[in-house]
């Protein structure tokens, strides 16, 4: 069972940084980047996985699988039975993302459809058939800005993510043929423990461990899949959470995505469809850090014509992963 850490100690927060960063990151690599013994980033990490506190899993890129349909849903919900809804939205395989929202009324989820028909069926089935939801507001993900993905990086200084070797997530273009079954099959094991070793993985794929970890190097570089640390960001400092949907002039679109997925408080960054048009995930220290935020930084895109700010209240989901407690 996993447990709830109420807080990390600064030793415990610089590896678990790091290891967001870099999810893959040997300990040696970890210690070499943050000017620790190896002993003491084994003895401190092992914990912070096996108590849940550190989750390592993979995500697919949409672009790379042309199939998928991803969305953005707004849920509304009866109050006293939102928790129900959140949790049973968790549970779908589908759902990536997952959060309570403003007064406490609606859900926020990020889904990846496996083609229209499932789509079809979340829309036109499984919710009007949900008592407890009152309506909802779905908007198709065209565009996720990638410079976004790489927020793990900002949570070090420029020297120690060249140390660790961090690269940002790559553009991607749709693939010219679908995926082997072998890759297939090393994406579903990396997305149940994307720290588990090659050895490991070359069993679940029935390869060798020279293949597999040669294929796995190729699906993070051309953004195939992407290699994440979960963790609750609270424990590092980052307890206000919000999701900002903004109306861009369609002209200026790529431009104050492209810019405001660069900003470090931006956890995601995505151009969907609707009357608003770009959704933005943002963590930060507190209300004040919050407000500076939106004054400052959204406050001079000139571009931006109206603004949604909506606080998380609590997280069902993330990155495919339930939150202990749904």
Request: glycine content about 6%.
């Amino acid at each position: 069972m996993l447990m709830v850490r109420q807080n990390l100690d600064e030793t415990d927060r610089r590896i678990a940084a790091a290891l967001i960063a870099s999810p893959r990151a040997s300990w040696r690599a970890v210690a070499t980047c943050l000017g620790l013994s190896e002993r003491t980033v084994v003895r401190r990490a092992g914990p912070l996985y096996a108590d849940g506190t550190l989750r390592a899993t993979a995500e697919r890129n949409p672009i790379r699988f042309p199939d998928l349909v991803p969305m953005a849903l707004r849920i509304r919900c009866r109050p006293d039975r939102i928790r129900a809804v959140a949790s049973t939205l968790a549970r779908r395989t589908d759902t990536l993302w997952v959060d309570i929202l403003g007064g406490g009324d609606e859900i926020s989820t990020i889904v990846s459809l496996d083609g229209p028909e499932a789509r079809n069926r979340l829309l036109l089935r499984d919710l009007p058939a949900t008592a407890a939801v009152h309506g909802w507001t779905s908007h198709t993900v065209l565009r996720v800005f990638p410079a976004s993905l790489n927020w793990g990086a900002r949570l070090l200084d420029e020297e120690e993510t060249a140390r660790l070797g961090v690269r940002p997530f790559p553009l991607s273009s749709p693939p010219p043929e679908p995926l082997p079954a072998t890759d297939l099959a090393l994406i579903g094991a990396l997305t149940e423990d994307a720290r588990a070793d090659y050895a490991t993985l070359a069993l679940r794929t029935g390869t060798t461990a020279r293949t597999v970890r040669r294929r796995l190097e190729a699906l993070v570089d051309d953004g195939t899949v992407r290699l994440v640390t979960e963790t609750d960001l609270a424990l590092l400092g980052l307890r206000t959470k919000a999701q900002l949907w903004l109306s861009v002039a369609p002209s200026a679109l790529q431009a104050a995505g492209e810019r405001l997925s660069r900003e470090p408080a931006v956890r995601f960054t995505a151009a969907t469809t609707g009357p608003a048009n770009l959704l933005v995930m943002v963590t930060t220290t507190g209300l004040d850090a919050l407000y500076r935020f939106l004054t400052d930084t959204i406050g001079a895109m000139e571009h931006v014509t109206a603004i949604e700010t909506t606080p998380v209240l609590a997280t069902a989901k993330r990155t495919g992963l339930i939150r202990p407690g749904f």
